[in-house]
């Protein structure tokens, strides 16, 4: 779980997670200082599923968990979309690891990508997903 060496996709995968967090601390920086990007927060994207069958969709919520983490709201990230947190904390651990690794000269072990993290967590995508259209369905839900 844990290598000296992490593998090639690895160190791609760390980069590309380098932009995406390094993009989402800007925008999270810009949206508390300038009143217009803070107003972009307000709108959301529809989506085409919901919109033509009035069902949801696995990635329904998403937009709306990623807002309330930006606002420091978990529970009400959780309760829009039950993989974001979940998600950003695996991706917070790996590049946080891999940050140690290439800071230590490889003395301390990075976390290796298994595939059995991302079944788990594409497993909690498509269990949020069918649990959010039974409630949805029982009218005990709505985001």
Same mark, same amino acid.
């Given at each position: ?16 997670? =380098?932009?995406?967090?390094? &993009? ?27 919109? =033509?069958?009035?069902?949801? $969709?696995? *990635?329904? *919520? *998403? ?5 309330? =983490?930006?606002?420091?709201?978990? /529970?009400?990230?959780?309760? $829009? ?5 979940? &998600? ?11 940050? /140690? ?19 788990? @967590?594409?497993?909690?995508?498509? @269990? ?7 409630? =949805? ?7």
């Amino acid at each position: 779980m844990w290598s000296k060496e992490p593998g090639k996709d690895e160190r791609g995968l760390y980069i590309a997670a =380098l932009v995406l967090l390094g &993009a989402a601390v800007l925008l999270w920086v810009l949206a508390q200082f300038v009143p217009y990007v803070r107003g972009l927060f307000q709108w959301f994207l529809p989506c085409p599923i919901y919109a =033509l069958t009035g069902l949801y $969709c696995p *990635g329904c *919520g *998403g937009q709306r968990a990623v807002k309330a =983490l930006f606002q420091g709201d978990l /529970l009400h990230s959780l309760y $829009c979309h039950p993989f974001v947190l979940p &998600a950003l904390i695996y991706l917070i651990v790996f590049m946080g690891s891999h940050t /140690l690794n290439r800071l230590s000269h490889r003395r301390i072990p990075a976390l290796s990508v298994k595939n059995w993290h991302l079944y788990s @967590l594409l497993g909690l995508l498509v @269990l949020q997903w069918i649990v959010k259209n039974i409630l =949805l369905l029982a009218g005990v839900y709505h985001i």
